[in-house]
């Protein structure tokens, strides 16, 4: 079995900062690239940053210079700092990794159960 848990989550005023952790846990052999995408109330989920093993990072254009991402491949843990924060920011934030689980099986996604973020005074 194999496990995404993402913590972190919570209330925050406008500017001010939260960090996310996300950690892929069970039998694995590698992970590729994991990522945090996230989805607001009527709104189809999208992609915020995602980081590969190699530790290349991409980020949607609305969080770039806010938020940061970064991995430690010895824990299988991403980390997402958000700084200054928007009310826009507010949403369900699941994390993404694409696994593989022997040596010789292509790399399938697992999706954690989400953490909410809600950014409000």
């Known amino acids: 079995q194999r496990q995404v848990v993402e913590s972190g989550g919570g209330l925050v005023q406008p500017g001010g900062s939260l960090r996310l952790s996300c950690a892929a846990s069970g039998s694995i052999f590698s992970i590729n690239d994991m990522g945090w995408y996230r989805q607001a109330p009527g709104k189809e989920r999208e992609l915020v940053a995602i980081i590969t093993s190699a530790l290349l990072t991409n980020f949607a254009d609305s969080v770039k210079g806010r938020f940061t991402i970064s991995r430690d491949n010895a824990k299988n843990t991403i980390y997402l700092q958000m700084n200054n924060l928007k009310p826009e920011d507010t949403a369900v934030y699941y994390c993404?990794?694409?696994?593989?689980?022997?040596?010789?099986?292509?790399?399938?996604?697992?999706w954690g159960q989400g953490t909410q973020v809600t950014v409000s005074s």
């Open positions: 993404n990794a694409r696994v593989r689980v022997t040596r010789w099986s292509s790399f399938n996604a697992y």
